[in-house]
Nanobody, 126 residues
């Protein structure tokens, strides 16, 4: 059973940088594309960024373009989300999600992700 565990969230000031990590375990060889979503209470989950199964192809949501990067290290079964120049609007619970191995390309469509973690909270103060 695939498990995803996020870490790295916290309280940071606007303008700072932050790196979130997602560690995968249990059948990681069956993972395809992976992605990050975020959600604030009473809002729908928002797509942030995704990478292909190899990590070489990436796809970013409009709010993430230019400030976020999504490196992936399959040898370590990890994926990170590097966030630069944080804004108060970036405050949210961030979730790591993964598709099954047949889904190779990065995707913003939440229904294509079969696995997800419990999230890590990012709070940006102004």
């Amino acid at each position: 059973q695939v498990q995803l565990v996020e870490s790295g969230g916290g309280l940071v000031q606007a303008g700072a940088s932050l790196t979130l990590s997602c560690a995968a375990s249990g059948g990681t060889g069956s993972l395809g594309a992976m992605g990050w979503f975020r959600q604030v209470p009473e809002n729908e989950r928002e797509f942030v960024a995704a990478c292909s199964a190899s990590g070489r192809s990436t796809y970013y949501g409009d709010s993430a373009k230019g400030r976020f990067t999504i490196p992936r290290d399959n040898a370590k079964s990890t994926m990170t989300l590097e966030i630069h120049t944080l804004k108060p609007d970036d405050t949210a619970m961030y979730y790591c999600e993964a598709t099954p191995a047949v889904s190779i390309a990065p995707t913003p469509r939440s229904w294509e992700y079969d696995y997800w973690g419990r999230g890590t909270q990012v709070t940006v103060s102004s």
